[in-house]
Nanobody, 124 residues
Framework: QVQLVESGGGLVQAGGSLRLSCVVS????????MAWFRQAPGKGREFVAG????????YYADSVKGRFTISRDNAKNLVDLRMNSLKPDDTAVYYC?????????????????WGQGTQVTVSA
């Protein structure tokens, strides 16, 4: 059974930092591209950051470039998202996703597996 379990969310003031973690079981993440998405109330799920199989190549939404960093540890089956200079607009449920495909990494439809999400709330 594949499980992706996110943790690290919480309430933080604007300008603060959080580190999200996604622990994966039931699959070897080295065979998957991994990404973080987020979903704010009333909005669709949007791409935040992604990493290819080795983590050598990373991708970011324009809105988080320079503030967020995705990293992966294939040996530990773990993916992290470090978030700095947080803004109220970053408030959302953050999801970890895994894709075995070769398509557009920023597309929700590419992802085979999802975690249950972790809430991030940034106060002004």
């Amino acid at each position: 059974q594949v499980q992706l379990v996110e943790s690290g969310g919480g309430l933080v003031q604007a300008g603060g930092s959080l580190r999200l973690s996604c622990v994966v079981s039931g699959l070897t993440i080295g065979n998957y591209r991994m990404a973080w998405f987020r979903q704010a109330p009333g909005k669709g799920r949007e791409f935040v950051a992604g990493a290819d199989w080795s983590g050598k190549n990373t991708y970011y939404a324009d809105s988080v470039k320079g503030r967020f960093t995705i990293s992966r540890d294939n040996a530990k089956n773990l993916v992290d998202l470090r978030m700095n200079s947080l803004k109220p607009d970053d408030t959302a449920v953050y999801y970890c996703g895994a894709t075995s495909g070769y398509g557009y990494i920023k597309s929700v439809s590419q992802y085979n597996y999802w975690g249950q999400g972790t809430q991030v709330t940034v106060s002004a």
